[in-house]
């Protein structure tokens, strides 16, 4: 079974960079899609967006000017970067593996990484 | 954006009842429509995808059906371990989105 775990840090100062590792282990990365999904405290989903393993990208829009997604297929990992972040950046952050064949859907997820803009 | 509306915000629920959640597309997804379950605390796990797939590993008792805008998730009868937020999302189209998700609670 396919695990995932993201790591970086838990604090992050207005303004600065968010940055975050999701490594995958018990399957490989190459051959498949990779998101970043975060869930602000009591709010919906939201979809960041993915990177394949090739390293093409997808960005929501609502983020895309902030947003850089990389991939490190000899360590097995993802990873994502959020520049100048505010408060509204506070949220957990879930890295997943993005299944897109016939079907398309999240299948395996890490079980999340709580990022705090504070100062 | 294709915007997810679910169908109720939350609801209470007995052991042993059918449980009916809805949710609907601002515009046809086809049958591009995903359901996960997320326990407090606990990342998002697929029950549904395409609709109506069961994933691997997920008891019978949940099941998905519709097309177009309108979908609903049922459990057909409701466990102590499906207390939990119910999330539909859309893989019509990028970005992604997500329903407001329903809460399914003891009653």
């Known amino acids: 079974q396919v695990q995932l775990q993201e790591s970086g840090p838990g604090l992050v100062k207005p303004s600065e960079t968010l940055s975050l590792t999701c490594s995958v282990s018990?399957?490989?990365?190459?051959?498949?899609?990779w998101s970043w999904i975060r869930q602000p405290p009591g709010k919906r989903l939201e979809w960041i967006g993915y990177i394949y393993y090739s390293g093409s990208t997808n960005y929501n829009p609502s983020l895309q000017s902030r947003v850089t997604m990389s991939v490190d297929t000899s360590k097995n990992q993802f990873s994502l970067s959020l520049t100048s972040v505010t408060a509204a950046d506070t949220a957990v952050y879930y890295c997943?593996?993005?299944?897109?064949?016939?079907?398309?859907?999240?299948?395996?997820w890490g079980q999340g990484a709580l990022v705090t803009v504070s100062s | 954006d294709i915007q997810m509306t679910q169908s109720p915000f939350s609801l209470s629920a007995s052991v042993g009842d059918r449980v009916t959640i809805t949710c609907r597309a601002s515009?046809?997804?086809?049958?591009?429509l995903n359901w996960y379950q997320q326990k407090s605390g606990k990342a998002p796990k697929v029950l549904i995808y395409s609709a109506s797939s069961l994933q691997s590993g997920v008891p019978s008792r949940f099941s998905g059906s519709g097309s177009g805008t309108d979908f609903t998730l049922t459990i057909s009868s409701l466990q102590p371990e499906d207390f939990a937020t119910y999330y539909c999302?859309?893989?019509?189209?990028?970005?992604?989105?997500f329903g407001q998700g329903t809460k399914v609670e003891i009653k």
């Open positions: 997943a593996r993005y299944i897109r064949a016939t079907d398309y859907y999240l299948d395996y």
């Open positions: 018990s399957g490989s990365i190459s051959g498949y899609y």
């Open positions: 515009q046809s997804i086809s049958r591009y």
């Open positions: 999302q859309q893989s019509q189209s990028f970005p992604l989105t």
